[in-house]
């Protein structure tokens, strides 16, 4: 019996917890399947099995395999904005936060190998992430944009390149560094290996856009 200061949990209380709880479930399930099989793979049999229950109960908590798909996606970019934030909070220079920035990339797509794919590649033909998943999406994208105007705002040349321009070519190299680290070395932490340990020479590269002393034509701004 419970003790006289303690009350039960209202119905409505308790089935929103149990269906958060096997909201829970039903991603983590996907995510061993994805893990498994492939991001593309992913089957609601599967998961359904794994969580041991019949596949139409799936229905109850999505609308279908791109639905959960969307919600893995969202997911994805959640984990990725809180560490990317943590990390950034702590650099104290703009060289700090890019190799923060290049390191928590690579280590995210090291934790999350499926949730990575699906975020920051296309691995799912027809899959669209939904509005309020883009949202998500383009609201880190802006923040990294603001971060980098802030940094080009306290001098430097950077070849000439607007701040769009700057962050996009940070993804573009950051993702590249990743996509080759993962393909040829997984095994083998940050910083290490043919593709992790040109960290430092990304950071060298962008001190040299920085003080323009790089001899490459200026960028042609669109």
Not at 92 to 119: H, K, R, V
Request: with cysteine; charged share 20%.
């Amino acid at each position: 019996m419970l003790p006289a200061t303690v009350k039960p949990l209202a119905v409505q209380s308790r089935r929103e917890r149990n269906r958060a709880e096997m909201r829970f479930a039903i991603l983590d399930a996907a995510r061993a399947v994805m893990r498994e099989n492939g991001v593309a793979a992913l089957n609601l049999t599967h998961v359904a099995n794994l969580i041991g229950v019949k596949t139409p109960s799936l229905y109850e908590y999505f609308d279908g395999k791109m639905a959960l798909y969307d919600a893995l996606f969202r997911l994805g970019f959640e984990l990725f904005a809180e560490r990317l934030n943590r990390v950034m909070e702590n650099s104290q220079t703009w060289q700090d936060g890019l190799q923060s920035a290049i390191e928590n990339y690579m280590q995210f797509a090291l934790d999350y190998p499926e949730l990575y794919q699906l975020c920051f590649e296309r691995p799912v033909p027809g899959f669209v992430p939904s509005e309020e998943s883009m949202r998500l999406s383009w609201g880190l994208l802006q923040k990294s944009n603001q971060r980098v105007e802030q940094l080009m705002r306290a001098g430097g040349d950077w070849l000439g390149l607007t701040p769009a321009q700057l962050t996009d070519l940070s993804i573009a190299i950051m993702h590249g560094l990743t996509a080759q680290h993962l393909a040829n070395e997984p095994d083998l932490p940050i910083g290490k290996g043919r593709f992790g340990s040109l960290i430092p020479a990304v950071l060298a590269l962008f001190q040299a856009a920085r003080n323009n002393s790089n001899p490459l034509p200026r960028a042609r701004i669109h």
